[in-house]
Nanobody, 121 residues
Framework: QVQLVESGGGLVQAGGPLRLSCAAS????????MGWYRQGPGKQRELVAR???????NYAESVEGRFAISRDNAKNTVYLQMNSLKPEDTAVYYC???????????????WGQGTLVTVSS
């Protein structure tokens, strides 16, 4: 079984920074892509940023230049550094691991439980 545990959410003033972390644990052999999605009030879940095992990144246009995703493959951990936060960034942020290859040679997609980020104006 593979689990994702997120941390770092909370309340922050507009313009401030916040850093999210997500650690994968369990019977993991490798993980292809790790990323962050978010779901704001009354909105659908959307991609924020993702990073491949080789370091290639993708960002949503709305966060380009403000957010930075990074990854520690040895620790199976992904980070999201969020700067210049705006009230519209308020959402539940979910960690995602796609292409997880377990030690039993199963391939999975795993989601974290989510962490709330609230940006006050």
């Amino acid at each position: 079984q593979v689990q994702l545990v997120e941390s770092g959410g909370g309340l922050v003033q507009a313009g401030g920074p916040l850093r999210l972390s997500c650690a994968a644990s369990g019977s993991i052999f490798s993980i292809n892509t790790m990323g962050w999605y978010r779901q704001g009030p009354g909105k659908q879940r959307e991609l924020v940023a993702r990073v491949s095992s080789g370091g290639s990144t993708n960002y949503a246009e709305s966060v380009e230049g403000r957010f930075a995703i990074s990854r520690d493959n040895a620790k199976n951990t992904v980070y999201l550094q969020m700067n210049s936060l705006k009230p519209e960034d308020t959402a539940v942020y979910y960690c995602n691991a796609d292409g997880v290859l377990t030690t039993r040679w199963r391939r999975l997609e795993v989601w974290g439980q989510g962490t709330l980020v609230t940006v006050s104006s």
